[in-house]
């Protein structure tokens, strides 16, 4: 622990692979000859789980707007076969005058709303908050829709508590003042910790919507009192900072592990070659970094090297982005399948890795898709994508499809080169911003300068055609 803070201060080959295919393979076998005995109700409990996810984004589209895929990320969170209850749900908000973009907002914060009493629970709880001191209707939507989950406690004193303490400070901080709130009611125990601790972070400048995830959830570093004061002193001292979400990383981490713990993650990494000064630059990108156990830090790098890295390219692909760590082997070995699938060699995922390590964190169907999105439909060549992974994170329909049809659109019209097929480079479409992409393509273009805005701005979710 005194290392990092010290830091702190100072700085305010394929078969190899296949084996670890194979390694896991067995592993899956030996998980699947002894559940083979409950298969036929795994299989109905899988079929009905299914349909209730799709239902629950069949309706999440249609009901409330969301995406497809924002609906698919809710639907892993909460799941219904029938629209009566949510049905409920939203009318009982509508008749609260909540607007259709605030209850998309609460759907979207607090899913399982959707699936509570709308007559027994909610309903009671909104009546009960418009009456606190005749609370009007623009203060309860905006104060229930920045902190959906007051809606889900229990008790009205405890309700009534944490309300007015959201109120406080929402209308403190539209004043820009950080003076200390003075609260109506004197709340006590774990939920005095709590409000006492939320103000003291506060005051050091922690923006709203991080404190208003801690006060209102069950995690412990805002819980303490002791505790909770030597964690902030910790993390303030190591250099965080306070408006920076991985401020209440840093502090989950710290009031939750001991010294004696924290410096035992760091000699993990000092076993597989890494300096203090590169753990604490790894804890400074992802705190969450010192959170899992020797075995998985352990595993993610051996199973880097599988893959073709050296020691010193594993470190440096972990310095740059830590998050791989929680990466599962399994889905290394799929993405690393799928890849070799799609006619890259060995030695081009190896690249691909080295310069763009989240493209193993996607799934086999998106790395197949956007693939042959670029080969089949824009005719660029595998090496532009080991060129530029990073094009595999993009988004289909916010940023390659639409920027691919106006190339297409200029292609069409011969005006990309004496060639009707000729295709600028990747990386010359797709990595740059959005400005330099209509600075190079769009805007020298005069009289087309309308047609091209337009194909670049209209929501386009479809696949170009041949």
Not at 229 to 244: C, H, I, Q, R, Y
Not at 245 to 269: G, N, R, W
Not at 373 to 382: E, T
Request: proline share 4%; net charge positive; hydrophobic share 35%.
């Amino acid at each position: 622990m005194y290392s990092l803070i010290l830091h702190g201060k100072r700085s305010i080959e394929f078969q190899k692979w296949r084996n670890l295919s194979v390694s896991v393979k067995l592993l899956q076998n030996v998980s699947s000859s002894y559940s083979s005995a409950t298969a036929p109700a795994t299989v109905t409990h899988q079929r009905d789980g299914r349909k209730g996810k799709t239902f629950t984004v069949s309706y999440l589209v249609k009901s409330l707007g969301l995406s497809k895929k924002l609906a698919e990320s809710i639907s892993t969170k909460v799941s219904f076969e029938d629209k009566s209850n949510p049905d409920s749900v939203l009318n009982l908000l509508r008749s609260h005058k909540f607007t259709d973009s605030q209850i998309s907002g609460i759907v979207r914060s607090y899913p399982r709303l959707l699936t509570l009493d709308a007559e027994k629970s909610l309903g009671p709880k909104l009546h009960f908050l418009q009456s606190m001191k005749g609370a009007s209707s623009s203060e309860l939507t905006e104060i229930v829709s920045t902190v959906p989950k007051i809606l889900g406690k229990k008790g009205e004193k405890t309700i009534s508590v944490y309300y007015g303490f959201v109120r406080d400070i929402i209308e403190a901080d539209k004043c820009s003042t950080l003076e200390k709130l003075c609260l109506s009611s004197s709340p006590q125990g774990n939920l005095e910790n709590k409000i006492r601790n939320v103000s003291a972070l506060r005051g050091l400048g922690v923006p709203q919507r991080l404190l208003f995830n801690l006060l209102i959830s069950s995690y412990q570093p805002v819980c303490g009192k002791e505790r909770f004061e030597a964690s902030l002193k910790k993390v303030v001292e190591m250099g965080f900072d306070p408006t920076n979400p991985k401020f209440v990383q840093a502090l989950h981490v710290v009031y939750q592990m001991s010294d004696k713990t924290i410096e035992e993650k760091v000699d993990v990494y000092k076993r597989l070659g890494f300096a203090v000064s590169h753990v604490w630059e790894i804890f400074k990108k992802w705190p969450f970094s010192l959170k899992f156990s020797e075995k998985k830090i352990t595993q993610t790098f051996e199973t880097l090297k599988r893959c073709g890295l050296l020691d010193d390219e594993v470190r440096s692909v972990l310095k740059r982005n830590p998050q791989f760590i929680r990466v599962s082997e399994q889905n290394i070995v799929n993405s690393i399948e799928t890849f070799i699938g799609l006619g890259f060699s060995r030695d081009d995922v190896t690249l691909m890795i080295k310069r763009y390590p989240e493209c193993i964190g996607s799934s086999a169907e998106t790395i197949k898709k956007k693939t042959e999105f670029f080969v089949k439909k824009m005719n660029w060549p595998l090496e532009s994508v080991v060129s530029h992974p990073q094009v595999l994170n993009y988004s289909m329909e916010k940023r390659i499809v639409p920027r691919c049809n106006v190339i297409k659109a200029l292609i069409s019209k011969g005006l990309l080169g004496d060639e009707v097929s000729e295709v600028p480079p990747l990386s010359s479409v797709l990595a740059c911003t959005d400005q330099t992409f209509l600075n190079r393509y769009v805007m020298k273009r005069d009289k087309l300068v309308p047609e091209l805005m337009a194909i670049f701005t209209r929501d386009n979710k479809a696949r170009l055609e041949q």
